[in-house]
């Protein structure tokens, strides 16, 4: 059973770089979430796939972050003009569900973003 | 609004003793509440998770949790700690009216020492 694979693990960047990340769900997910977690803090809602609909965007920090999932399998998540503060562990996570959401939702390991 | 809290920053137990976790959820309807676990470097792993049902949940490794409307409590509970479970340990509520949307505590560390 293949998990959520993200890439990049680590991703180091000057402030005001463009960046990309990658989120491959399990395969038979349709729903697809992403997460931000800073140090010492559990992870944060950013906005939620079902299929190739973005169905959940209001939490997405500002106007310079954006998600896609094209094709309802993988989902890129950019951050544009990179800030100080975007320094974080961006969690990608799927599950399989229709209704209210009681199925547990399986993680990847994340992304690491340092802005220098 | 809805909450989540994790009273303690850190939980110390001895290897082979009985470790609790305690959480506590606020919400105004019925909750959905999952507990994860989190080692260094690494995303979060599914432990277990309370819908509806039995007060005692059963989850991965041992693990249990006991819900508890009256005190809106959901407490992680092992019976007997093993080394390997010093990790980070969040728990979590969907929110309502969500499709699935997590609402995470800040996380308890638990170091279980040998």
């Known amino acids: 059973d293949t998990g959520v694979s993200q890439d990049p693990r680590h991703k180091i960047t000057k402030r005001g770089q463009n960046v990309t990340f990658r989120c491959d769900p399990i395969?038979?997910?349709?729903?697809l979430y992403w997460y931000r977690q800073t140090l010492g803090q559990g992870p944060e809602f950013l906005t939620y796939?079902?299929?190739?609909?973005?169905?959940?965007k209001s939490r997405l920090l500002s106007d310079r972050f954006s998600a896609e999932r094209p094709k309802g399998s993988f989902s890129t998540l950019e951050i544009q003009r990179t800030e100080q503060g975007d320094s974080a562990m961006y969690l990608c996570?799927?599950?399989f569900g229709t209704g209210q959401g009681n199925q547990p939702q399986h993680f990847g390991d994340g992304t690491r973003l340092s802005i220098l | 609004a809805q909450s989540v809290a994790q009273p303690e920053d850190q939980v110390n137990v001895a290897e082979g003793n009985p470790l609790t976790v305690k959480c506590t959820y606020s919400?105004?309807?019925?909750?959905?509440l999952f507990w994860y676990v989190q080692y260094p470097n690494r995303g979060l792993q599914f432990l277990l998770k309370?819908?509806?049902?039995?007060?005692l949940v059963k989850g991965s490794y041992g693990f249990e949790a006991e819900f508890n409307k009256s005190q809106t409590s959901f407490h992680l509970k092992k019976p007997s700690a093993l080394v390997s479970d010093s990790a980070l340990y969040f728990c979590?509520?969907?929110?309502?009216?969500?499709?699935?949307?997590?609402?995470f505590g800040k996380g308890t560390k638990l170091s279980v020492k040998p």
């Open positions: 996570a799927s599950s």
């Open positions: 395969s038979e997910h349709n729903r």
């Open positions: 796939f079902q299929n190739e609909a973005q169905l959940e």
């Open positions: 919400v105004s309807g019925n909750p959905y």
């Open positions: 309370y819908i509806t049902g039995d007060n």
């Open positions: 979590a509520v969907r929110e309502e009216g969500s499709q699935g949307n997590l609402i």
